[in-house]
Nanobody, 122 residues
Framework: QVQLVESGGGSVQTGGSLRLSCAAS????????MGWFRQAPGKEREGVAW????????GYADSVKGRFTISQDNSKNTVYLQMDMLKPEDTAMYYC???????????????WGQGTQVTVSS
């Protein structure tokens, strides 16, 4: 069983930055993938970025490429999402998740955190 706890959300103005953290506990397999997802009110949950724990590689949704960076601190069992040049359309609840496939589709992830709110004002 994997437990995930997100932190780092908040309110910023357009162009600002935030760094989200996802602390994992329980057993994490080296073949696992960690993903960041977001869901705005009235919209479906969408994938933002993924990170392959064993391979150290990441992938991004087109909407955040060049602005968001996903990374991992192995010693802390934590995955980060650095979000720069934030836009109002980035406003959403952000979730981290763990699963066997490094994709942006939420249905392939088995474990989920409770989420952290990000609000970007214009």
């Amino acid at each position: 069983q994997v437990q995930l706890v997100e932190s780092g959300g908040g309110s910023v103005q357009t162009g600002g930055s935030l760094r989200l953290s996802c602390a994992a506990s329980g057993y994490t397999y080296s073949s696992m993938c960690m993903g960041w997802f977001r869901q705005a009110p009235g919209k479906e949950r969408e994938g933002v970025a993924w990170f392959a724990i064993g391979g150290g590689t990441g992938g991004y949704a087109d909407s955040v490429k060049g602005r968001f960076t996903i990374s991992q601190d192995n010693s802390k069992n934590t995955v980060y999402l650095q979000m720069d040049m934030l836009k109002p359309e980035d406003t959403a609840m952000y979730y981290c998740a763990a699963g066997p496939l490094c994709v942006l589709q939420p249905r392939f992830y088995n474990y989920w955190g409770q989420g952290t709110q990000v609000t970007v004002s214009s």
